[in-house]
């Protein structure tokens, strides 16, 4: 498999040539992004997918986290213009 590393506060998007599985790790607590930068607290709020309150919502349960992922992305792909 491969490893993708991004730095701290870099932003990227990734896409895959065939079907595959991505997980993503964050290595840093949001304190100390609130003590870093308050910009970057808020985008990283804001940014991440499931947000950062709907996963502190089901409390790192991950089954669940990915299904509302799952719901989403179709939701997504039924109201996309074809």
């Known amino acids: 498999g491969d490893i993708l590393y991004n ?3 870099f932003w ?13 790790f964050r290595w ?5 992004i609130l003590k870093i930068s308050i910009p970057q607290f808020i985008m990283t709020l804001t940014a991440s997918n499931p947000s950062v309150r ?3 919502k089901v ?5 669940k986290v990915y299904a509302e992922l799952l719901e989403n992305q179709k939701a997504q792909a ?5």
């Open 78 to 82: 039924a109201n996309k213009p074809q």
């Open 28 to 32: 840093f607590a949001l304190e100390s």
């Open 12 to 24: 990227h998007q990734v896409r895959g040539l065939d079907t595959n599985i991505g997980v993503g």
């Open 59 to 63: 409390k790192h349960n991950f089954a």
């Open 7 to 9: 730095p701290p506060f």
């Open 54 to 56: 709907q996963a502190n």
